[in-house]
Structures are given as C-alpha cells and as structure tokens.
C-alpha cells in the first residue's frame, strides 16, 4: 500500500512539473499576439493556481503585417507596425484556502501606421493602448472546487490622425474599474482543472480635443470608452505521467464595443473603431516533460472568420496560429520561450480589401517560486 502511494505521489510531482512548464508555454504565447477586436493579453488569472509563492514576468514581441487595397484598389502598404506586451503578477497563500494574486497586463491594444501608398490612407495614423492592475483572491472551498473574485483597474489612451479627412483625434488617458468572478473544479493528483473567468465591462471617460471640417477645434469634450464583458474557460488535464493537455475558450462581447468621438459621431462618421459580432478565440495544446528540467508544448489557435466589415484602424478578421515553446526549470526558476505563427483572416468592406495577412510572435518568461 506504501509503494502505491509512493507511485502515485511520484506521478502526481510529475504531473504537475509537466504542467507548470506547459502552462508557461502557454500563457507566454497568449500574451505573444491579439485576438478579436483590439484584444491582446487573454486576460488570465491562472496565476492564482500556481503553488505557494509565486511571481512571473512576461515579454511578447509581435510583428504583424496587414496590407490591402482601399476602396479606390489603391495598395496600402503594410499598415501594422510591430508591438510589445508586457505583463507579470505576484502570487501568495494567505491562509491554507485563501490565496491572492496581483497581475499587471495590457489587455487591449491596436496600432495602425499607414505609409505613403495608399490614395485614401496615406499617413493614417492610429493608436490605443491600455493597461491593467488586477487583484484576485481565492478560496478553497474543498479539494475540488475553488471559488475567486476581485477587481480591476484599467487605463486607456488613444489617439488617430486621418490626413484624407483632415481630421485628428487625441483621447487623453482615463481609468475605470470593473470585477472579475470565478470558480473551478480541479482534481489535483492528475493535474485536472477546468476553471471558468467573468470579467465585467469596464468604462471610462476621456477629455477628447479633435480638429477637422466638423470638428470643434480643442473641443475638450468627454469620449466614453466601455470595454466588453468577457468569459474565460481554461482547462488542463494530466494524459500520462509526462504529458498534459490544455487549452482555453475565451468569448467576449465586441458587438457592444465602439471608439466614437463625439464631434466625428455627430459628424456623420459614426465610430473610428467598432465591430459587428461577438468573438470567440480557441487556443489547444499539449506539452511533455521532455527532462528532469525540461518541458516542451505545442499549440494551435483558432478564431472564425465572420465576415465583419473592417475599421481601417484594425482591418482583421479571425486567424489560426500554430506554436511552440519550450520551458528549463533550475532551483527556484522557470524560464519559458516561445513563438507563434498567425495566418490573419482575410477582411473587406467598405475600407477596402485586407487579404493574405500574418504576425510572428515571440514570447519570454520569468517565474520564481518558493
């Protein structure tokens, strides 16, 4: 009975080595490239299922290229400059069932940098940038289930010049906060967890000064930005004592999502940024312990092509990836890399036509853990 149990808590450490290097792998290339609509980061707080003390930081670098035609079919030139993520948190048990977590993210994001081609587009400029500071606490309502919650504080800035309008837009930076609320089911001795995230829309007001034919010159107005509501699945499960498969569903609400500064909405313009339908992003991996200290994963993700009619400022349209990662323990350490490959939906509209797009993506962490 001994030497059973003795397998079995061998099996388990495995297990659970197995899916701490995965996971990494994982994470990393979530934070590596962007979804639907203007998301970027996946917004994950699997950092509370971590154990003991635990902090990570995370380094994405993604370099897109999105070209088309206009709707003169003038060519744009490659419209998507490359980007940076950078994310982290800080994990610690408070008690044998409560544990909290603080994250840093940048949950949402787009730039757009036209260069000299297009007739319509020629130096169009666009960009948003957001961040967030997350605090999630858990608790252990059993071996098996966990409940958690928290909040968010999240800041946003955009700015766009559109020289064939002649119109410009500054939206200084604002904040707001929203709520996260989650629960999962785990079965910890092979390494089982199915854990489900909602996180509330978050909106914030910005002092807004646009110039242009209908625009109040420095108007100073108030553009509302409300970021969606969203719903996270991520799931892992243990195959063997070496291999683990995992994966997430993440859906989140575009359809309510606009950037509508008001003297371009009430000039007839409508929104700088909007979409037509709500997202779903899948993301599917399997990793193996390769050594004592080395883990390995690969990944595919997919999100369908709907047929939404494209933003100049962000003309995609879905995509699938394919990844790779790889990641060395050593002492207290984790050190993860990996890369992304995305084949970007094809968009048109009334913008234009956006066809035969990709991004490569790299990705970098940091754990420790005590």
């Known amino acids: 009975m001994i030497q059973s149990q003795n397998k079995l808590g061998r099996r388990e450490t495995e297990v659970k080595n197995v899916a701490k290097g995965t996971l990494a792998v994982l994470l990393a290339g979530t934070a590596m490239a962007s979804a639907g609509g203007i998301d970027r980061s996946g917004q994950s707080v699997s950092i509370l299922f971590e154990e003991g003390t635990y902090a990570e930081l995370s380094y994405g670098y993604v370099n897109p290229s999105v070209s088309g035609d206009d709707f003169f079919e003038t060519p744009t030139g490659d419209l998507a400059p490359a980007y940076s993520l950078i994310s982290g948190g800080i994990k610690s048990d408070l008690t044998d069932k409560i544990s909290a977590a603080l994250i840093f993210d940048q949950p949402f994001g787009s730039d757009a940098d036209y260069p000299l081609s297009s007739m319509v587009y020629s130096y169009t400029v666009a960009e948003l940038t957001s961040s967030a500071i997350s605090l999630v606490a858990s608790y252990e309502v059993s071996d098996n289930i966990v409940v958690y919650g ?205 066809t035969d797009n990709n991004a490569t993506a790299f990705g970098l962490k940091i754990a420790y853990s005590l």
């Open 150 to 354: 928290g909040g968010s504080y999240q800041t946003m800035a955009a700015t766009a010049s559109l020289p064939f309008y002649g119109y410009t837009v500054d939206a200084d930076a604002a904040s707001g906060f929203g709520y996260i609320l989650g629960a999962a089911y785990q079965i910890p001795e092979i390494a089982l967890r199915v854990a489900l995230t909602y996180r509330s829309e978050i909106t914030s007001e910005h002092d807004t000064s646009e110039t242009g034919p209908f625009a109040v010159v420095a108007s100073g107005d108030a553009t509302t930005v409300t970021t969606p509501q969203s719903l996270n699945l991520e799931f892992q499960t243990g195959v063997n004592a070496k291999t683990l498969v995992f994966g997430s569903i993440r859906w989140v609400e575009w359809s309510k999502f606009h950037l509508s500064p008001p003297d371009y909405f009430t000039g007839g313009f409508g929104s700088l940024v909007d979409y037509e339908f709500d997202r779903i992003t899948y993301n599917l991996g399997v990793g193996r312990q390769l050594t004592e200290k080395l883990s390995g994963a690969i990944t595919v993700g997919y999100e369908e092509t709907l047929g939404s009619d494209p933003s100049p400022l962000a003309p995609t349209d879905g995509f699938m990836s394919v990844g790779a990662g790889l990641t060395y323990a050593f002492d207290n350490f984790e050190i993860t890399g990996g890369v992304k490959y995305l084949w970007i939906g094809d968009a048109s509209g009334d913008a234009g036509t956006f």
